[in-house]
């Protein structure tokens, strides 16, 4: 049994369909979710959470239905349960501006049902220990800067080693360092949780995920191991001294010659280790070039 | 300073860790210790580590706890779970600025009517039964709660979430204003009639908050209920709206209030939907 389990998930804001027909089943380790601005991660990620209902398909979260149908109501208990061994990492969190980091931990904490002062105490100590905020924990929120306030929210979805760890963006306002720190936080956490996270990052991808879901326009159009995808760029990416007349995406490096992504190679080109950044772009293939187009249009 | 040349021995150090030196001569090699970093370093492996790391434990819980607010440490002293008392705290409407601007509008109200000899009853039947509304509607989220989309994915559930801060915000203005009520000039009975609208607007207001959110639910509860006191200044006692019938109806909305309260409640562990 996987510990997400999706068929064909569909979801609609009004006339718009932010998912068409998903299928998506991963279990222990870390599946990247990686997509334009608008393709559905963060509706993906929140039916995951159980923060939405999906509009139709099935989804089995822990082997449970957390949605339920008219035929098989959901037990509340279901739901219960389900929410038990689940972190998530809203993309905006709104933090109460005059509590502490540890205060907020601990707040979210007791919504976890951690209701022994000692052991919850402990748990919010180790969390914010594994995100390296044991220093500033008494540090009003308010007074953090972005990357630890992102931080503070990765802190509390860690409670209780959750076996369903969904974390929207989780690397935004985070300097190299940080988000080397975060890897290594969420390696360890994919040994033994079903991690799934959205990023625009392909070098976290590439850098912390055995598997990638590229998502585009509410599909899946991209789901196996990062290696696989990276192969698919094979071949098609080069150095060259001017940028290719019909490649997908082209752009003059610090050494002055052109990466070239797709499209025939241009006189002279020499063939380069395509990267998962370069499949990610020949994947969406038309709609980089159409973001290429007309730049402004891409929010 | 003079070089120091004197040093304690591992005796003196190993009774003064142990604390059996008496209050001078412990004194004493306190002051010591505190000048050489050589008796220091030598009392070192000598202190009891994990006795050490208990204290250290200690001094890091009183120091990361954030402390409580009043109406917070008040509840549990009356025996209010500890894990509720930390729901309590980060209640907005539970904190000392709104607790007090509370009682502030309270006494005001309740000083017109009073100063009036009780001709003067509308600015306190118009503030006492909306102080609760306001502070529940304010215990709400989505916009008042920016921590929303986290406590609709955890397991304590929002609905109870709500429930737990409506009755902190009841419990903390409601004997005030009840005392408040005593020193009204009129009839004894007032001092105590005005919770009945006060009692039956919150569940009128968490009810239309189903349906409309808090902000639309409070300001339409507000309206009506200002349309009410205001009618009464109009050729009824000034104690019509807190009367017998009046009271009835209110009860009824209430009770009808509380039914649909209780469906929607039902529906509260799906997924999104929410009290």
Aim: with cysteine; proline share 7%.
């Amino acid at each position: 049994m996987n510990a997400v389990d999706l068929h064909a998930v569909t979801k609609s804001y009004g006339r718009t369909r932010a998912l068409d027909g998903v299928d998506l089943a991963f279990d222990r380790g870390v599946t990247g979710l990686l997509g334009p601005n608008g393709a559905g991660k963060t509706t993906l990620l929140r039916i995951v959470a159980t923060s939405i209902a999906a509009d139709s398909g099935t989804v089995r979260l822990l082997g449970l239905d957390p949605h339920g149908s008219n035929e098989s109501p959901t037990s509340p208990g279901d739901v219960t349960s389900i929410r038990r061994e689940l972190g998530y990492l809203p993309q905006e969190l709104g933090y109460p501006s005059d509590m502490t980091a540890f205060g907020f931990v601990e707040y979210v904490a007791v919504l976890k049902e951690w209701n022994d002062r000692n052991r919850r105490i402990r748990e919010v100590r180790r969390v914010l220990e594994l995100v390296g905020l044991t220093d500033l924990a008494t540090r009003k929120i308010a007074k953090l800067s972005g990357g630890q306030k992102r931080r503070v929210g990765l802190a509390q979805s860690l409670l209780g080693d959750p076996r369903i760890l969904v974390l929207d963006e989780p690397t935004t306002g985070l300097d190299p360092v940080q988000r080397a720190d975060l890897r290594r936080t969420l390696s360890v956490a994919g040994g033994h949780s079903a991690v799934l996270l959205s990023t625009h990052q392909t070098e976290d991808v590439a850098a912390l995920c055995e598997r990638v879901v590229v998502l585009v326009d509410g599909r899946a159009r991209f789901d196996g191991v990062v290696t696989e995808l990276v192969a698919t760029a094979e071949g098609q990416v080069w150095l060259a001294d001017d940028p290719g007349p019909d490649s997908v995406v082209s752009w003059r490096t610090g050494s002055g010659r052109h990466h070239v992504v797709g499209g025939p190679p241009p006189p002279g080109a020499i063939p380069a280790e395509p990267t998962l950044e370069d499949a990610y772009l020949l994947l969406l293939g038309a709609d980089a070039r159409r973001a290429r187009a007309a730049p402004t249009q891409l929010s | 300073m003079s070089m120091q040349t004197w040093h304690a021995d591992r005796d003196l150090l190993a009774a003064y860790v142990d604390g059996g030196l008496g209050p001078v001569e412990g004194a004493s090699v306190e002051q010591h210790l505190n000048r050489c970093s050589q008796c220091r370093r030598a009392m070192g492996p000598l202190v009891d580590a994990p006795a050490l790391d208990r204290v250290w434990a200690g001094v890091l819980e009183a120091v990361e706890s954030p402390p409580l607010p009043l109406p917070a440490r008040l509840a549990r002293r009356l025996g209010v779970a500890e894990p509720t008392t930390i729901l309590l705290a980060a209640t907005a409407s539970l904190r000392t600025a709104w607790v007090v601007s509370a009682f502030v509008a309270l006494s005001f109200a309740a000083a017109a009517a009073a100063l009036s000899g009780g001709a003067a009853l509308a600015p306190f039947l118009l503030v006492a039964p909306l102080v609760p509304v306001l502070g529940v509607a304010s215990a709400y989220g989505p916009r008042e709660d920016p921590l929303e989309s986290l406590v609709v994915t955890a397991p304590y559930g929002r609905t109870r979430l709500i429930l737990v801060r409506s009755l902190g915000v009841l419990v903390s203005v409601l004997p005030f204003a009840v005392c408040l009520g005593l020193v009204l000039h009129g009839p004894v009975w007032l001092a105590v009639a005005w919770l009945g609208p006060a009692l039956a607007l919150v569940p009128i207001l968490m009810a239309l908050s189903c349906f409309v959110g808090p902000r639309a639910g409070a300001t339409a509860v507000a309206i009506a209920w200002s349309g009410v006191v205001l009618l009464s200044l109009r050729g009824v006692p000034a104690t019509w709206p807190v009367e017998a019938t009046q009271q009835a109806a209110y009860a009824a909305l209430a009770v009808i209030s509380l039914g649909v309260l209780l469906v929607r409640t039902r529906q509260d562990r799906r997924i999104g939907a929410v009290l």
